[in-house]
Structures are given as C-alpha cells and as structure tokens.
C-alpha cells in the first residue's frame, strides 16, 4: 500500500458501495445489495450539514486520505455524544459510554464521543479540512489516526480481537512508513489517557513495528543496489 496520489480524490459512497457489494457474507441480505448506498452517504452528510453537527472523520475512511487499498463498510466519527440525540434516522445497535454504532439507511455508521479527553483532543487539535469528491469534509490527520489507534490497541489484544489488532498495526505501520511522523510528541499526547503498562504495551508495539519498517526499508535498499 501506499499514500493516496495528490489530485486522487475518494468517493466515500462508492467505496462504501464496493465494500459491501463484494463482502460474501452481504450476499444474502438483498436489501442491503441492492441498496443506493452512495445516495444513503449523501444524505447523512446533508444531514449533518443541516442540524450544523460538528464532526472529524476517522475510521477506514480517513485511512484512505493517506493511503491506496483500505476496504471498509463503515463511516465513522467523532462528535459530542448531544449529536445522536438530533440524528433519530440512526439506527443504533449498540451504545456506551465513549462509543456508539448503528445505520444510516443501511450504511453503518460509528462515533466516537468528545465526552472522551482523546477523542476531543484529536477532534480540536489533530484534525483538518480534507477534498473527497463528496465535498470538503473534516477529517483526522495522519497523527490523529495513530493516536486513536494507538489508544486502542491494548485494548483490543485484552478483548482477543486479533484480527482488528492486525488491521490497526498494518495501518500504523503503512502511516510511520510513509509519513514519518514524530513519535516522541505522540507518546506524551497519549501518556495521561493511558496505564503506565499500557502505555509499556503500545512503546513495544511500535518498537515492533519500526523493526519491520527497517526491514523493509533495508530490502528495498538492496533490491535498488542489485
């Protein structure tokens, strides 16, 4: 994978549409296949347009600002937790404290609640106006995303999600190597919303990672010398 080519703009409808179209396990939900999805987004961003509810993009979609190949049916967001409140077209299947999930029109949709100090910060402080064909929306920078993510992930190893863990470290990875962004800052973003031996878990994470980079920066290396 690699950064989405300037001028490339993403269409959040379409890739919603793809997504669900070809995951097999859709396949025998006909509604859901046969469903205008790409109109379903529009329609929540008019939404949110409409009510004037403030929101950051981030999730898989904003992964595809930054990178090429991020398959995801979902659209997620952060917003204070008041917005679900003036959005009853929501469809919510599962709420708690810092976290909701539902379906707009079939399209599934997640937030993230600013009642949460990280996600506020990221919403306030790590986020910027980005072009999608859909129009300019606001959305999580590249070290927003791995805040969040970072955040996330000892979480999701205590809970046995392999698979999402494999997901956020691929996605780490694919974002440090690309973008080379400055850990050091991060790690002290992150240190007060975090347990001394979570953040022990997410330092050996990353120092995991970097090994891969330098690996693969060192093939690459070699493979251009031979």
Known sequence: MK?????????????????????????????????DLPLAVEQLFALFEKLKIEYVLVGGMAMLQYMEGRNTEDIDFIVDPAALDKLPEIELSGRQQDFARGRFAGVRVGFLFTSQRLFRLVQQQYSANREFRNGKIRCATVEGILLLK????????RQGQFGRVGIYENDIATLLQA????????????????????????????????????????????????
Do not use: C
Request: glycine share 4%.
């Open 150 to 157: 970072l955040f996330a992930l000892p979480s999701l190893y």
């Open 3 to 35: 950064p989405t080519p300037r001028g490339e703009m993403v269409d959040i409808g379409e890739v919603i549409q793809n997504a669900t179209v070809f995951n097999l396990r859709n396949w025998q939900d006909k509604d859901l296949i046969m469903r």
């Open 179 to 226: 973008y080379a962004p400055a850990l050091d800052p991060l790690m002290d973003v992150l240190r007060p919303h975090l347990s001394d031996g979570d953040m022990k878990s997410v330092s050996d994470i990353l120092d995991e990672i970097q090994q891969r980079i330098r690996r693969f920066d060192e093939s690459q290396t070699e493979n251009n010398r031979s």
